[in-house]
């Protein structure tokens, strides 16, 4: 192995745009950046509801390791059934006892690290799942860094930046990654904790930013006006912006030693992170 690892996080695929362009830009992203380990959270995927067992195959194919999502996890029905056969599928893990799925699994990265992904969601402003902070607890007491993974990655999939900066530091040291999804704006607080956990408050989605979270603008435009719905929302289907966030694992510790965003096409400024382009 070499002394780190590389994991590139791509933020809430939305509907066709953002699906297709992650689709088309994995294999590529990950020869050019010598990628180890991939995530993508595929809540939106499905036009912007869910994700269906065909996206899902196909975001693997494309070089997705595993694929997170959040509170849309069941918005398409199918998902339910198809959910119990893939492992590399991950509902949030803080769903009540016996909901279909799993919300964590250790997967092997291309450089032969075992790594824990983490799939939790927040409850402020949000469903009333379970207490999300123990749920990772028992996750890490089951599995620590160093001693059971080489690297943690966690998806707090969450509304509240405040929840999602305890969260980082209630694993500080004993993650090697927190990472926000969600709200589908990017934040610019991408950090290393005190302790050594990588963390950004949200990575941003993955589709077209000439909308309202994704979605063509005339329909969430016309429910704050009037108050009542008059259509569905349907996602916008102009060019996406790729969110993601890149972060470089110590093989020997286990936590963060760069943390950055990439972002790519689209509306939103492009950014690349050096310590990927200068070695
Ligand atoms: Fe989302
Ligand atoms: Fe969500």
Known sequence: MAAFMRVLFLGDLVGRSGRSAVIEALPGLRERYRLDFVVVNGENAAGGFGITETILVELLDAGADVVTTGNHVFDQRETLVYIERYDRLLRPINYPQGTPGKGAGL?????????LVINAMGRVFMADLDEPFRAVEKELEACGLKTCADAIIIDFH???TSEKEAMGFFVDGRASAVIGTHTHVPTADEQILPRGTGYISDVGM???FNSVLGMDKDEPLNRFLTKIPSGRYAPA???ATLCAI???????TGLARAIAPLRIGGRLSQTEPKFWTET
């Open 246 to 252: 890149a972060i470089d694992i110590d093989d020997a």
């Open 158 to 160: 969450a509304e509240a």
């Open 107 to 115: 997967f092997k990265a291309a450089n032969g690290a075992q790594v």
């Open 237 to 239: 289907l102009g060019e």
């Open 206 to 208: 993955c589709g077209d």
